[in-house]
Each structure stands twice: as C-alpha cells, then as structure tokens.
C-alpha cells in the first residue's frame, strides 16, 4: 500500500498479515523485553523482503548437476546497512540474517529530549557510498530529526541511492522527512494517528530504544 505524495518519492506501508500481527504483539505494553527484540529482529526480516523487491538482477552462467544455465543474481555493490543508534540496531541481525554480505554504517544519534533536535555522538561508515544502495534503518520516525540529519550525513559522504526504512512513522514525521529528502522513498509497517506534546508516536509503543535494551 502506498501513502504521500506531493512529488516525493513513495511511502509504502507493509500491510502484510504477519508485519501487522508481529507489530501488534510490539506495541503491548507488557510485551517482555525479549520478546520486544525478537519481534523487532523478525519484522526486520520482513520488512528487509519488501524493501529490495526491485533491486537489479543480472544474469549469471551456472552449471546445475544436471546441465549449465543461465542463473540470475543480484546486480552491482553490496547494500549498506545503516542503523540509526541505538533503535535501529534491532533490526540490523534480521536483515543481516537474509542479506550476510552487506556493509554497515552505525550513525549514533539521540534526541534532545527538550528540543527533540537529533545529536550526533558517532558516525562510522563505509568510503565508497556513492556507489551503494543504502538502507537506512530506524523503528521510529516521530518528528523525522533524526531520520532527516542521518540522512543528510550519509548523502554529505556521497551516498545517492537511499532508501529509509522504519516500523512505525507519525504523519508529521513523514511530511518532514519528504520535504527534506524527496528523493528518498520510505517503508514502514503502520502510519499512526499524530505526535503527542513531547514528540512521541501516539498511540505508538512507547519508547523503542527503552523498550529494546530494557532501560525504562
Ligand atoms: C528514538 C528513535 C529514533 C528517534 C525518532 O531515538 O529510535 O531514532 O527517537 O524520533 P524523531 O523522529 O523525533 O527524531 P532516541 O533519541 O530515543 O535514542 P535511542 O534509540 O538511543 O533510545
Ligand atoms: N522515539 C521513540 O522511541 N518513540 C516515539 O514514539 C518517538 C520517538
């Protein structure tokens, strides 16, 4: 299902049966810290499956045990991974679990719980970016500071093909992030209703980082 529009590149929802179900065992409150990971790991993969579906494939010569043939395989460099920390980590082992050879790029960022600006603390990734699709990964897209400054730091290392990657994003988010990256199309699990006076995705699943690592 696509959403937006207004000339921006596209913000698909993946409504499939099994992200929306996992989503909805996340957003309990008495979801175990576990279990919160492992679901976040899971839809990750899922999430992961939806969003390479068009990536270029070439062709490849193989020989079967039966005859030689004309195999095809994914084209060009090896996608990057870009968590944002530390959220976006929870979702790194699932995508690595279907896509092993990929790089990573940790982009350490927090908001400013006043301000709700993003600060970056730590910024580590690949030189060869322009060359790559990079998927930027981050379960929340609340006001989109944080997704719009990861995004504006991986393009100022050269990075042109990007792709953002979250589970849950408030309209708000997504309106920003388009009119700051309109070329960068966005996935995400479920659009909710708005941002509440402090920033968060109402009704949303509280604090993702929280909620992961167990630090409320
Ligand atoms: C959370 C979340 C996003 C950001 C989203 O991170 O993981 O990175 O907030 O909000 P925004 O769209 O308004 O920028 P947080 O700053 O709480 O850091 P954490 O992941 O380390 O807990
Ligand atoms: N960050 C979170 O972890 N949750 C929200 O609802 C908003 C920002």
Known sequence: MQAGGGGAAAVTVVDHPLVQHKLTMMRDRDRSTK???ELLNEIGMLLAYEVTR?????AISIETPLQRMEGRQIAGKKLVLAPILRAGVGFLDGMLSLMPSARVAHIGLYRDPDTLQAVEYYFKSPSD???RTVLVLDPMLATANSAVAAVERLKSR??????????????EGIARFQEAHPDVPVWTAAIDS???DHGYIVPGLGDAGDRMYGTR
């Open 35 to 37: 279990g919160f990971r």
């Open 54 to 58: 068009d990536l270029p494939l070439e």
């Open 129 to 131: 970016l322009a060359d």
């Open 158 to 171: 050269g990075a042109k093909d990007l792709r953002f990657v979250c589970l849950l994003a408030a309209p």
């Open 194 to 196: 708005h941002l509440n």
